[in-house]
């Protein structure tokens, strides 16, 4: 049992987007609103496309940047505040880390296609200059 769940754990950090995908399935058709059904996804997926781009970073260029998205994480969460606080006079903190978690997501979400994209290149690049 428990490999079976190493499995699913390990293809769901591999490829984000299968879960992003099956998160938004299931709830799609589980609730019929597809508008609540991305934003269920995009809230439920972020940690995997953090956790695939920390691998992928550790894998190109064996970099442990830990320390780097914490302290992204809590760069973006001050600015998101101070504008929050700007905008609105009173801080609700509720709407503010929803807002600074969807923002983690599209920014690793780019990051994991950047850097896909990159692993390839660079992988292609160390294999054919080892000819």
């Not at 914490?70 to 009173?90: A, C, N, P």
Request: aromatic share 22%; glycine share 4%; with cysteine.
């Amino acid at each position: 049992m428990s490999e079976v769940f190493v499995f699913i754990a390990a293809t769901l950090v591999t490829v984000p987007l299968l879960g992003l995908y099956l998160v938004y399935l299931v709830a799609v058709k589980s609730t019929r609103n597809k508008l609540f059904s991305i934003k269920l996804a995009v809230d439920c997926t972020t940690l995997l496309f953090m956790i695939a781009v920390y691998f992928i970073i550790l894998q190109i260029w064996n970099l442990s940047l830990t320390w780097l998205f914490i302290l992204f994480f809590l760069l973006s969460g001050i600015i998101f505040t101070f504008v929050h606080w700007k905008l609105y006079e009173d801080i609700n903190i509720q709407k503010v880390m929803k807002g600074v978690w969807r923002f983690q997501f599209f920014v690793f979400f780019f990051l994991y296609f950047v850097l896909i994209f990159l692993g390839v290149i660079v992988t292609y690049a160390s294999a054919a200059g080892g000819r």
